[in-house]
């Protein structure tokens, strides 16, 4: 939007803080100047990969940008739960710095494929938070393709199930639809959390099976314990 047309809707619907509801000043956006600093310091290394986890051998790399923990974990509960999908773009600045740093000189992908959500998900939110980061990242010319993959119906939705569940369930979560929109290229999985890992791997197993030539992932958030899932399966985490 206009600088000078958001300067003059602000004094008319001033805008709240999205995490402290703080009435922004018309310099800041979305996050007032103190929660965006806290978000900033709790950036991982743009080159930080997923440690333990990158070495299962189902993606060839794998990137995560912060720890699930306050304020992103805030941020994306607000915006998945109050359907808000708005709040998504204090991240535009970080998914910038991402393509700039990594995407754009060592290591380039051909297509972002978001993870899918099942049809409760998108009815409770409205919106699918993957296909959001898949879409900010594309702004910087990556194709983004949200149809290669499906969510199949009847999967347990993930909160309702114990870990050991968790990591069984997503076995069939998916459906490949357009194969050919993977085979032969360089595609990046993109999704909002990575916890135990087993859908980012379900979804990278299928891209896998329709003949990508790399594979990598990169999600938003990752839990603690993510990095080392492979290595300490029935452990709880
Ligand atoms: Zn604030």
Known sequence: MNQALESLLRIVYPA???LCSKTLELTENALCRHCALTLEKKRFPLLESLGEHDKTGIWDEAWALFPYEAPVKNLLKAAKLGARPWILKVFEPVL????EAVLSSLSVYDVLVPIPQGR??????????????????????IACAPDVLVKRGRVLS???????????????????MRPEAAAGRRVLVIDDILTTGATAEEACRL????????IGV??????QSASRVTTTQGDPA
Do not use: V, Y
């Open 16 to 18: 709240d803080c999205s």
């Open 120 to 141: 409760r998900a998108w009815i409770e939110r409205g919106f699918n938070p993957a296909e959001k980061i898949a879409f900010m990242l594309a702004r910087h010319g």
């Open 96 to 99: 910038s710095d991402f393509f």
């Open 207 to 214: 891209i896998r099976e329709a003949g990508a030539e790399k």
């Open 218 to 223: 990169l999600t938003l958030a990752r839990t």
């Open 158 to 176: 993930q909160r309702s199930l114990r870990k050991e569940e968790r990591l069984a369930n997503p076995w069939g979560a998916f459906k490949m």
